[in-house]
């Protein structure tokens, strides 16, 4: 491990479980020198979004603009509050949400940092987004959509996008993919997923990954339990033959 050259570390999708957090940043013990980023998806599911969204917003740490982020600020925008967008919200965890900030609205200091998060973060030779990009596109043509919701089109590609960064994405639970454990990373053509589903049964591991040391830190929300391993007998390669693509939209 580096003792003298600053860290950068990338925690996956927290939704909603500001104790885990604190229970796994303080496994890894970040210094004032270390970077730490966030993949997006901080909010809904879990009982604490803003609580966890205070956190990051408080510390300046580079978030990235997740689905769960967009689909809020997608409701903003609709004045049917009973829309069908905001009842795929709620339903995909948006009411915890509501709850965390006592059924007041939320502050519109937490929306205007949403509304100003990236969709990707380029480190140079690790490129940050939330959930991959359109494979037959080049960066400057991807959309929030598709920086935000992709999945099976971008994790069954046969060769890396970028020659020279390896992507690393939050968003699909790893154990969804094919040959992936719960608690297991996935590694594909140049990326790397690390969302290993802290807020769903089957899992229950929030994952931090320090990429200058290629170490992982797990924390199980159900169990209460750490874990910290080399990423080399944490991540699981995934065949993208057997990724099924739907291609019809």
Known sequence: MSETNPR????GDVHGHYEGLMTLLEAIAPTSDDQVYFLGDLIDRGPHSAQVVNFVKRNNYPCLLGNHE??????????????????AW???????????YHEAPIPDDHLDWFRALPTYIDLGDIWLTHAG???????IEQ????????REEFHSISKPYFPDKQIIIGHTITFTLP??????LAQGQG??????????????WLTGLDITNNLVYQVNIFRNCLRALPLKDA???????????????
Do not use: F
Request: glycine residues 8%; hydrophobic residues 35%; proline residues 7%.
């Open 179 to 184: 040959g992936v454990s719960p608690g297991q």
């Open 70 to 87: 967009q689909m809020l600020l997608s409701i903003l925008t609709d004045e049917k509050t009973s829309s069908p967008r905001m009842q």
């Open 133 to 139: 990009v359109d494979p037959s596109k080049p960066v």
């Open 235 to 249: 991540a699981i390669a995934v065949d993208p033959t057997k990724i099924k693509v739907d291609r019809r939209n």
């Open 191 to 204: 990326w790397l997923g690390i969302d290993t589903g802290a807020y769903h049964p089957r899992s229950g």
């Open 90 to 100: 709620l339903y995909s965890g948006g009411q915890a949400t509501v709850a965390s």
């Open 8 to 11: 950068r570390i990338v925690i």
């Open 143 to 150: 959309t929030a959509d598709q920086l935000c919701w992709i």
